[in-house]
């Protein structure tokens, strides 16, 4: 947790008056770095010997892996709503000196922590090496205005309704847009083609991804 601090920005708000500490702020949750080191270290597999936890910080994104997939017992579709220790021995002790709030709550918390904090929510890789993607702030418009010598108007407008609102539907992007139903598949389709954009989940529950890559 020390060296993720010394690697981000962090800005200080007073708490009252006088000699009361400041409040330390950082731009990603601290709580949702230590709930993904406690994943970590509670569900890797140790059995696997060519591979440990790591943690990497880059100018987008902070990336916490650990060997070992989502346990076998768990489905995918209750991955974050129910948990399966791989070591319980080591989940419980997280739980005896109280690090573990709820059982199985972790996922949904970090979730919650991002989008209070006006943040990309976290991405999870449950296969292979379990990975946790957190998304550091950015500026969006400056990061859209390099693609507009690249993409059409209309297609710069749907990423930006997007990222106003990830759940938005095609008949709201229709009628944002100014577009048929038509033109907003095919605008839709060659942005996932380019990587920019996909979709998350099903047509109705689902929601739209931003890839912040650059042209």
Request: glycine letters at 8%.
């Amino acid at each position: 947790m020390v060296w993720i601090k010394s690697k981000l920005n962090i800005r200080y708000d007073i708490e009252g008056e006088g000699s009361q500490p400041r409040k330390e702020i950082w731009e990603i949750p601290e709580t949702v770095f230590k709930e993904a080191i406690i994943n970590a270290l509670a569900h890797r597999d140790y059995y696997d010997k060519g591979a440990r936890i790591t943690i990497e910080v880059f100018n987008d994104r902070v990336e916490i892996s650990n060997p070992g997939g989502l346990i076998s017992g768990i489905p995918k579709n209750e991955f974050g709503k129910r948990s399966l220790s791989r070591n319980p021995l080591i989940f419980g002790l997280f739980e005896r000196i109280r690090m573990v709030e709820q059982i199985g709550s972790g996922i949904s918390r970090m979730r919650d922590l991002m989008i209070e904090a006006d943040l990309t929510e976290p991405e999870f890789n449950t296969e292979g090496i379990f990975t946790v993607t957190v998304r550091r702030p950015f500026d969006f418009n400056k990061w859209v205005d390099k693609w507009v010598g690249n993409l059409t108007d209309n297609r710069v407008n749907i990423i930006k309704a997007i990222h106003e609102n990830s759940k938005i539907s095609k008949r709201e992007l229709e009628e944002k847009v100014d577009l048929s139903a038509t033109a907003i598949d095919n605008n839709l389709d060659t942005l996932k083609d380019l990587g920019l954009i996909e979709r998350v989940g099903s047509a109705k529950g689902g929601h739209w991804k931003i890839n912040y890559i650059l042209p």
